[in-house]
């Protein structure tokens, strides 16, 4: 009776350690929340930031599925885990994401303002009245920001800098450059660089999130390594952001 006894405890004791080992999550898809950018991430799958992340999770057997929503949306979606990423993520903005150690690109933010007004530098941004569009934070990026309006669309900015109702309007250079070409004379505005900023995938708080966080760290790794990457963003015509980073890993 006493080995029978012992039996049914060692018999208990396994099966409650199984069960308290949950299984690793399947990964076969990977929901992605974006804003539609041009040439970027367009809602048909076309773009840069879709070829970069192809090439990273669908040699490990994972489909990227897509998710055109606005900004701020994208956001909240992460944050409730109904994705399992949020694309064009500036790092440690969204309270309750897990970000990555690597980055995927970087924004080249630029000002936008009539051709006639100063230069405007990171140094002279509080001297300005500064528009973007809502959600985007640049206040927690930009030094200096005093006086700033967020804007629900990019619809009515170069009206708003023609009638001098803003000095300038801060984006990436792909939105400055899509708001500059509906002007009639482009002449009359200039654009100024500002700041390069990483952009991030945020991941879901989920235990599908850290294992894909896991996989895009490890293979943004190899991928700057091997420099497959690099025929990608000179397809697009982008500058290639990852030779310092070659470097530290050379070193």
Known sequence: MASSRWLVVLL???TCGVRAVEPS????????????WNDYTEADGRGMAWDILREVF??????????????????GLVQRAEVDAQVGSYKGEAPGVIYPRWHYDTDHIYALGLAANPEPTLATLGSY??????????????PNVQRFNEIRRRIGILPMLSYSR?????????EVD???????????????HLAELPLYLGFANSERGRALSE?????????????????IFERWKQPYPFDANLDAIAR
């Open 129 to 142: 009245r500064l528009v973007w569009v809502r959600g985007y934070k640049y206040q927690e990026y930009l």
């Open 178 to 192: 899509y708001v500059l070409s509906q002007a009639k004379d482009p002449s009359l505005f200039k654009r100024s």
């Open 12 to 14: 208990c004791l396994w």
């Open 215 to 231: 996989m895009f760290d490890r293979r943004m790794e190899e991928l700057v390594k091997n420099g497959r990457l690099r025929a």
């Open 25 to 36: 999550p399947v990964l076969t898809e990977i929901h992605l929340a974006s804003e539609e």
């Open 166 to 174: 803003a000095d300038y309007y801060i984006d990436a250079l792909t």
């Open 58 to 75: 669908q040699a490990e057997g994972v489909k990227l599925e897509i998710h055109s929503v606005p900004y701020m949306r994208s956001v």
